[in-house]
């Protein structure tokens, strides 16, 4: 049974930073690209980063470029998604969505940031 599950999230002061870390298991980890979804209160998801199974490709939505950096280490089945510099209009809840290579996807729970003073 796959288990995909986030964590790391908070309430953290404009500024700040967060490190959210999304585990995986009962699946070939390194086989999947992971993308890192957000969704706040009465807005659509949107993808915020995604990155290849290998991790040498990696992608970023435009509202948190330069921003935001997304990594994985698949000695750990685990992949990070590093948050600096954040701002309110970050606040949502953050997902962890995994595509394996027959177009099979796994979502986890979601982990709540939010970003207030």
């Known amino acids: 049974q796959v288990h995909v599950v986030e964590s790391g999230g908070g309430l953290v002061q404009p500024g700040g930073s967060l490190r959210l870390s999304c585990a995986a298991s009962g699946l070939t980890f390194s086989y999947y690209a992971i993308g890192w979804h957000r969704q706040a209160p009465g807005k659509e998801r949107e993808l915020v980063a995604h990155i290849s199974s290998t991790g040498e490709t990696t992608n970023y939505g435009d509202s948190v470029k330069g921003r935001f950096t997304i990594s994985r280490d698949n000695t750990k089945n685990t992949a990070y998604l590093q948050m600096n510099s954040l701002k309110p209009e970050d606040t949502a809840l953050y997902y962890c969505?995994?595509?394996?290579?027959?177009?099979?996807?796994?979502w986890g729970q979601g982990t709540q940031v939010t970003v207030s003073s």
């Open positions: 969505n995994m595509v394996g290579p027959w177009g099979e996807t796994y």
